[in-house]
């Protein structure tokens, strides 16, 4: 089992900045890619960042040079470091975790942060 805790998220002007962070506690040696997703009021959840073990990233489009996903293989974090945010970036953020299982993966989430963005 695979336990995931996020920080960071909050109440931000557009145009400003935030930091969110997560912690992998448990069965972290089992943990392949780490990322976030989000999920906005009436949408679905939709893939922001996320790293590969190896470092290997990919983007949503929509956050491609403003947002920068990293990760601390040692302390079993994973962090998004949030520029330039917008409005329509106001969404409940997840941290996920790919665990793998013996020949299976399955998906690991955290509870959630706010990240609300005013105009």
């Known amino acids: 089992q695979v336990h995931l805790v996020e920080s960071g998220g909050g109440l931000v002007q557009a145009g400003g900045s935030l930091r969110l962070s997560c912690a992998a506690s448990?069965?972290?040696?089992?943990?392949?890619?780490m990322g976030w997703y989000r999920q906005a009021p009436g949408k679905h959840r939709e893939l922001v960042a996320r790293?590969?073990?190896?470092?290997?990233?990919d983007y949503a489009d929509s956050v491609k040079g403003r947002f920068i996903i990293s990760r601390d293989n040692a302390k079993s974090t994973v962090n998004l470091q949030m520029y330039s945010l917008k409005p329509e970036d106001t969404a409940v953020y997840y941290c996920?975790?790919?665990?793998?299982?013996?020949?299976?993966?399955?998906?690991?989430w955290g509870q959630g942060t706010q990240v609300t963005v005013s105009s």
């Open positions: 996920n975790a790919l665990v793998v299982a013996g020949q299976n993966e399955y998906d690991s």
């Open positions: 448990g069965s972290i040696f089992s943990i392949n890619a």
């Open positions: 790293i590969t073990s190896g470092a290997t990233t």
